[in-house]
């Protein structure tokens, strides 16, 4: 069964960096195409951006397009979402995705 953990969140002033990693396993990280989705309190699950099977093609939502960056090592089976500029309606709980699938999340909280 497809299994995600989800690391690197905390809090962070606005205007400050995060680096969230997602470490996959029970499946061929390599093949698929992943993604970071997240959910603000009282919100619905929103995507924040994608990237394609080699890492050399990424898209973002236009609310984090030029702050955040996602990346993955299939080495590694891990994928990234370094995050810069960061603005209070960032907070919210971040997921990597695949197909159906998703992590229980980390807490990403933007507060001064």
């Known amino acids: 069964q497809v299994q995600f953990v989800e690391s690197g969140g905390g809090l962070a002033q606005p205007g400050g960096s995060l680096r969230l990693s997602c470490a996959a396993s029970?499946?061929?990280?390599?093949?698929?195409?992943m993604s970071w989705v997240r959910q603000a309190p009282g919100k619905g699950l929103e995507w924040v951006s994608s990237i394609n099977t080699g890492g050399g093609k990424t898209i973002y939502a236009d609310s984090v397009k030029g702050r955040f960056t996602i990346s993955r090592d299939n080495a590694k089976n891990t994928l990234y979402l370094q995050m810069n500029s960061l603005k209070p309606e960032d907070t919210a709980v971040y997921s990597c995705?695949?197909?159906?699938?998703w992590g229980q999340g980390t807490q990403v909280t933007v507060s001064s």
């Open positions: 995705n695949v197909q159906f699938y």
């Open positions: 029970e499946f061929t990280f390599s093949v698929y195409a």
